[in-house]
């Protein structure tokens, strides 16, 4: 059985891991809640791990569809990148899967000396850091431009009257 | 997004296993984007001028500095305080004795549940206070300490209500899933204040707090000014209606008084808000005027101290009576509601003047006897009144593009219980409408993540996980409905539900209830409507 075949067979098994390890990265009261509730909408931390790693593991295998690894990666970088992480803690998620491999896949692979199977399919998980490097970016760059444009929501009709005044005074200048 | 880490420590590697201590040994993290801006020393100097008692320690600081600038006797302040409460308020010693750590509110939070920082569970958000009762004024505290869940206030603790008390809205989910009915916000509460008394405070509440004391409304906007952002809202219902309406400000003699938040005359999409509202009261001709100086309906004192509360809340009944009107019409807003119907009666009833009467739809006669004690009728129960006697004509072909849904704001629905209303009215103006999932509306309602004076753009990070159980449910609707417009009843919401909506579920537009109504209602004499309040084009007129 090839890697790939390997990997297939047990993808539920291991998106679940994989999602363990990733519930793993917040507090020990918090991954107890987490874990104990799966409704999507009382639970979206939670939901969205189970979700985006699911749906992950089978896209990874056929790897021809970019917009949906984006859609289903999307959700879990949107959230970590606003929740009290560094953006390597945030993005350390896509990594965790590279563990998860080795500690399933490794010691067989090296038994049969076919180690470059594993280093083949990381490719893909590198690939996957650096989607989800660009959506974690366009998070950022997003909370950053919604802060500028509410504070120019909260003034629009100041700021019109100011206008106003200001081409009042430009006019009396000009006569 | 925390701080960021430094190279040579990635180098070493990247943690992201969460440290496994206790709570209570874990420090609090202070770092930039943990907390609101301090209030400005002067700020801070005029209110203690004006609130005496209430406010302490006007400097400039910095919370992720070590030294917080406290006064040097802050313990006993504090402690002080704490014991002035507990005597004053029975409810605090109840929250304070009662809870038995079922874990009932714990997954309830906006905050914990975006942010997974179990401080934020209201049950351990209480403790943070308890731990400190229970060492402080309790014998079995103070004798076994840690075995009780007590602990000694220090100042880490205070920076850790900061940083805590300030995620918290006030919005009173976990109440209601909590058998005992603690109310997390009044613990929240108590907390802003005891920090008030060290000189630990936002700039984003205290600003607005002093400008109201001053002017009235929360941007310090005086009469003239406010006079000039009317008429540039009767000017755009002119272009857009061909129909110039009235709105009196300060004229004596009119039946009713109308104050709405500021951020409707000041803000966008508020204004919009504004002027459904001056569109209404023309269609039916209402005697109303507003007045300048109660120029705002959200109050901040809310979100500070009982007595900076009632103090503001004070110009509704002060202008009523100056202006002669015999009951007061409300505004879309939350927060506003929430004192009217819980306190504005016991702080201020004897206020009331003797022209004040219980309100009657002069349109219709119905009488608002729930609004007996305060005088004051929410918008949306007089515009469903009026909408349920047939006074008003509607074309909701101009909103046959709206795809809506409603977000119950938590002071309206927890704090008033006003459900059916505002949906009533919207079923009324609109063909296209969809609830949010059960568990996420009406009671359950999930908050915008800004309440409490929390709507201030640098805790973006904070307010985005917050709202997250928002955001998600309304992605939830977008996708299975194609819903395009949340709806919402309160000011605070349509400023914070725009960069949520914006974050969580793209392409979803924030307006008020009336702004809706206004697109639809048809009033006497106006031209042919070729554009919506925000001067975009209606449905059918696109290409001209």
Redesign the interface.
Known sequence: MTLMEAIAARSDELAQKWAELIL???????QA??RS?R???????GHAILTSTSELMPLMLTWNDAQAVANSLGTLV??R??????????L??V??LKKLLRQEFLPELSARGAVEELLSFETRVDNLATIAFDIYVA??D??AR??V???K??????V??ANLMQKDVAAQKAE | MSKMVKPDELLKTISYTPPAEGWMDLPVNTSPGNWAYPAKQDKVEYLMHEMPGIFANPRQWNPEDVDWKLPSNWKEIVVNGFRERLDKYRSLKLFMDICVRCGACADKCHFFIGSGDPKNMPVLRAELMRSIYRGEFTTAGKILGKLTGARVLEEDVLKEWFIYFYQCTECRRCSLYCPYGIDTAEVTMMARELLHLCGININWILEPVSNCNRTGNHLGIQPHAFKDIVEFMVDDIETITGKRVKCPLNEKGHEVLFITPSGDAFADPGIYTFMGYLMLFDAIGLDFTMSTYASEGGNFGLFTHADAMKSINGKMYAEANRLGCKWILGGECGHMWRVVNQYMDTMNGNMQGPQMKTPVNPITGTVFENAKQTKMVHIAEFTADLIKHGKLKFDKSRNANVVATFHDSCNTARGMGMFEEPRYVLKNVLDNFHEMPEGTIREQTFCCAGGSGLNTDEIMDIRMRGGLPRGNALKHVVDKHGVNTMACVCAIDRATLIPLADYWAPGVNITGLHELVANALVLDGEEERTMNLRQEPLPGFEEE
């Open positions: 793993g990265t917040y507090p020990k009261q918090t809640v987490w509730n409704d999507q909408f009382s639970n979206p931390v949107k959230i990148a606003v929740q009290d992480f560094s953006p390597a803690q945030a350390s998620f990594f965790l998070a950022r997003q909370v919604m802060r444009d509410e504070v929501r909260a003034h629009t009709s100041i019109r009257r």
